[in-house]
C-alpha cells in the first residue's frame, strides 16, 4: 500500500497535563517512527483549514506556489512531492482567495478552465465543517482533449509491467504456500530486501560501489541466501516442531515487523533513488504510449524470468516435486520425494523472485522506501487469491488483472485510491469465486 | 540518565487512554480470534471506523459526543456484517485477507483528499472535545499524585474509558460462560461438531464477529477522545501491535487481553525512554532516531517469540490453545 502522504501531529488538548504531553510524546514517536513526511502548515495553531491537490495528468506537481488571502492576513504555501498543499485559518465561514501562481507551474502548462476570465484565483468558502478543497484544472489545452485513448494505452502498459513485477512476487508467494502453507506476511520485507542490498551494492555512502549489472545478480543470488538462512533458523524448526499454519502465519507477521523496522534502523525513513531512475522517455507505438529504456528492460526482464520459472516448475524434477507436494504433501512424501529438500528450494527461490522484483519496484515507484515492500504485500496477495490459493500460473494471471486494474482504474478514480480499488475487487470476486480464476473448488474447504 | 523520569513516563502509560483503547480492542479481538477462532487481520479499520465515525457526526452532523459514539459502534457493526457474509463460510486464512484489505481500503478512504472536507484527509480530524468536556462533572483543576496527575479533563477521559472498559470485560466473561459462548467454543475447536448438533455455525460466527468488532470500534473511540484522529495511525501495524498485547496475555481468556495490552503499553513506554536515554548518553552506539526504531524491532521478534514458545500467553491455558487448526 502507498504510505500515508502528509500527516502532521495532531495538536495537543489545550491544558496540557503530564499525560497529554506523554500522549503528544507518543504520537509525535509514531509520526517519527512511520517516517511521515511532515506537511507544509502555515500556521500550526489555526484550528480550520484550506487545502487541495495540484496534479497534471495524474501526477502531483511539487513546489507550485499558492497564496491565500482573507480573514487572519495572507499565506503563502507550495505543493509537497505528492502535489498536496494546505494552510491552517483562524476564520471559519469565511470566504477566502486562493491565487495559484503560474509562473511556479512547468513550461507551457497553465490553469485551464474555459468559464473563468482568470481560472487561477478561486474563491473557498471555510464552512461550518471547518475544512474545504480547492483544486485547480492544469493542463495543456489540446493535450486533455485528445488524450482519453493514449491515456487508456499507457495506463495499460503501466499496468502490464507492474502485473508482471507483482508477478514476480506472488508466484514466490504462491509455491511458499503451496508447500508449506504459510500465508507469508514477511514476503513484502523479502522485496524490500532486493531492493535495500542493491541499493548498498551500487553505494551511495562509502559501501561498495559495483556497477549496477554486477550488483542487480548479486542482490538476487543474496535474497536467494536470505530466503535460504531464513528457512534454516527459522521456518525449518517451526516445521520440525509441528507448529500449526495460523501459528506460522503470526509468526510471519511477527517476520515482517522486526525486518521492516531493521531496514528502517539501517537506511532510515527516507526514499533513496537507484542509479538511472530518472531516465528519460521516449514514445513508441507510433507515440500511443511514452517509455524509458528501464521501463522496457524491466518489461523484457520480468518475461525472461517469469517463462524460464514456468519452464523450471512444469519440467525439473524439482519443479515437478514441489507441484506434487502442493497437491499432496504426504502423498509426496511417501513417493520417496524429500520434501524438506524441495521446500527448502522453494524458499530460496521464491526470496530471490521477490527480490527481483523489489529492485524493479524501486525503479517503478521511483525510489527505495524501508516500507516498500509492506506497501504492494496486500496487492500481491490480492494477485495471489485472484489467481486461486497455492497454483502458481494463477498468481500469476491474478497479478496481471490487479496490476493493470490498480493503474487503469486510475483514469476514473482518484489516483490516491487506486489501490483500493484493486482490493474491493479483490473482496467482490471472493464473493462470486472463491477459489480464484485457477483454483479448484476443493481448496476452500 | 533520569530514571525518575523515565520511570514516572511508564507509570503514566499504565492509566493512558491509548492502553485503555488497546485492552478494548484487544478484547474485542478476544471475542474473534480467542474464542471463535475468527482471524481478524483488520483492527485497524474497526478502530478507524469508531474513531472517525465518533468524530465526523460531532463536526459535519453536529451531535452530541454520545450519539457520536453510538454511531462509532454502529458503523463497526455494518462492516462486520459486510465482511462476515462473503467469507465467514470460507476458510479461516480468507477472512485474514479480506479483512485486512478492507481495513486498507477504508485507511486510504479516510486518507484520500476527494473526501477531505469529512475526513481531514492526511490531517485528521480534530477540534471535537467540545460536547464532551461540557458533560464533564468533574470542576476545574488538577488532581491525583505522582505520574497520574492529570487535569479535570483528563481524568473525564479515562474515567469514561475505563468505564467502558469494565462493562465491556463484564459483558463478555458473562456471555462467554454462557451457553452461547461455550457454543463458540466448540465452532473454535471443531465447527463440523458443532453442526452436526444443529447449530447454526453461520449465525453463531456473524454474532461473534458483530461483538469483537463493537468492542474493537469502542478502543477507537476511547483512543480518539482524548486528542485527534489521524489516518496515520490506523495502519496494518496498529492490527499487529492489538495483536501482540493479546497473545501476550492469552488470547483464550477474558483479563488476558487487558493484561497484555497493560503490559505491551508498560513495555513500549519504557523502551521508548529508555533506548533514546542509553543513546544519548552513548552506552549504546546508535542515535536517537535509531533508537526510536529498536524497540519497534524488539515488538517483531517478541511476537515471534511468544507465538512459537508460549502461544497461549501468560494467563491462558495449553490445554485451551485457540491455534488449534
Known sequence: MRSPTPAIAPPRPKKAGRASVLIGAIVAAFLLALALPTAATAADGDPYRISGNVQLDGEPLEGVRLVIDGPGGEQEVETDEAGQWRV?????????????????????????????????????????????????????????????????????????????????????????????????????????????????????????????????????????????????????????????????????????????????????????????????????????????????????????????????????????????????????????????????????????????????????????????????????????????????????????????????????????????????????????????????????? | MDWLQILSNTGAAILAPTTIAYALAALGLAVHFGFAGLLNMGVAGFMALGAYGYAISILTFGLPWWAGALIGLGAAAIFALILGIPTLRLRGDYLAIVTIAAAEVLRLLFLTTTFDEVTGSADGLSGYHGSFRESNPIPDGTYGFGPWTYNENDWWVRIIGLITLAVATFFVWRIIHSPWGRVLKGIREDEDAVRALGKNVFSYKMQALVLGGVLIAAGGVVYALPSAVNPGIYVTSLTFFVWTGLLLGGAATVFGPLLGSLLYWIVFTFLGNVLPALAQSGILPITGIQAGTLRYILIGVALMLLVIFRPQGILGNKKELTFVK
Open chain 1, 88 to 445: 491552517s485559518v483562524p476564520e471559519k465561514n469565511e470566504t477566502y482567495t486562493v491565487t495559484l501562481d503560474e509562473e511556479t507551474l512547468p513550461e507551457g502548462i497553465a490553469v485551464i478552465d474555459p468559464e473563468d476570465d482568470s481560472p487561477n484565483e478561486k474563491e473557498a468558502e471555510v464552512g461550518a465543517g471547518g475544512r474545504v478543497t480547492v483544486n485547480f484544472f492544469i493542463g495543456e489545452g489540446e493535450r486533455n482533449v485528445t488524450s482519453f485513448g493514449a491515456q487508456l494505452f499507457q495506463r495499460i502498459f503501466q499496468g502490464i509491467s507492474f502485473g508482471l513485477m507483482l508477478g514476480l512476487a506472488a508466484v514466490g508467494l504462491s509455491l511458499v504456500f503451496g508447500t508449506t502453507g504459510i500465508s507469508n506476511f514477511a514476503h513484502g520485507e523479502m522485496v524490500t530486501f532486493g531492493a535495500v542490498i542493491t541499493s548498498a551494492l551500487v553505494g551511495t555512502g562509502a559501501t561498495l560501489l559495483l556497477p549496477l549489472w554486477l550488483a542487480i545478480p548479486i542482490a538476487i543470488v543474496l535474497s536467494g541466501v536470505f530466503g535460504y538462512v531464513l528457512d534454516l533458523i527459522l521456518w525449518r524448526p517451526l516445521r520440525k516442531k509441528g507448529v500449526g499454519v495460523v501459528q506460522l502465519m503470526i509468526v510471519s507477521i511477527g517476520l515482517s515487523l522486526a525486518l521492516r523496522y531493521t531496514y528502517q534502523f539501517f537506511i532510515g525513513g527516507g526514499t533513496t533513488q537507484l542509479p538511472y531512475a530518472t531516465a528519460e522517455k521516449f514514445p513508441i507505438f507510433g507515440g500511443l504510449v511514452s517509455v524509458s529504456w528501464i521501463d522496457l528492460a524491466t518489461i523484457a526482464i520480468c518475461i525472461i524470468v517469469i517463462v524460464a520459472f514456468a519452464l523450471w516448475l512444469t519440467y525439473s524434477r524439482i519443479g515437478k516435486a514441489t507441484r506434487a507436494i502442493s497437491d499432496n504433501p504426504s502423498l509426496a512424501s511417501a513417493s520417496g520425494i524429500d520434501v524438506d529438500h524441495v521446500v527448502r528450494i522453494v524458499w530460496i527461490v521464491s526470496a530471490a523472485l521477490a527480490g527481483l522484483a523489489g529492485i524493479l519496484y524501486a525503479y517503478y515507484r521511483p525510489g527505495l522506501k524501508w516500507d516498500m515492500g509492506a506497501q504492494v504485500l496486500l496487492l500481491i496477495f490480492a494477485a495471489v487469491t485472484l489467481g486461486g490459493l497455492g497454483t502458481a500460473y494463477g498468481a500469476l494471471v491474478g497479478a496481471l488483472i490487479v496490476g493493470i486494474l490498480v493503474e487503469v482504474s486510475s483514469l476514473w478514480i482518484p489516483a490516491d485510491l487506486k489501490y483500493a480499488g484493486a482490493l474491493v475487487v479483490l473482496i467482490v470476486i471472493l464473493l462470486f469465486r472463491p477459489q480464484g480464476i485457477l483454483g479448484r473448488r476443493e481448496r476452500i474447504g
